[in-house]
């Protein structure tokens, strides 16, 4: 199973790091990322397995909307399934 991670807000050092260090505390693999930075605005999405994370899918979504909370960002978590549905023709 994968899901989809996404990160909005001011860039800063650090980010990718925290949200990085926060899936490897939950034993979730990051398969792909992408980052850029428009005026000063810091966006990622990064897709990850969650075949052997060490928490619940709601738990992790939890995880990573505090740590947005935390750092003055918006983090999204999205289910595979779910992103794949909301993007079909």
């Keep these: 199973m994968k899901a989809v991670i996404t990160v909005v807000g001011a860039d ?3 980010i ?3 949200v ?5 505390d939950c034993n979730v693999n990051i398969l792909d990322i992408t980052q850029h930075v428009v005026d ?3 966006t990622m ?3 990850v397995d969650i075949d052997k ?7 992790l979504v939890d995880v990573m909307t505090a ?5 003055g960002l918006v983090i999204h978590t999205m289910h595979e399934d779910i992103f794949n549905f909301m993007h079909k023709i």
């Design 12 to 14: 800063r050092v650090g």
């Design 16 to 18: 990718i790091a925290k």
């Design 20 to 24: 990085s260090n926060k899936c490897l």
């Design 40 to 42: 000063d605005y810091f």
């Design 45 to 47: 999405t990064m897709v």
């Design 53 to 59: 994370s060490c928490v619940a899918f709601t738990e």
């Design 67 to 71: 740590l947005g909370k935390e750092m």
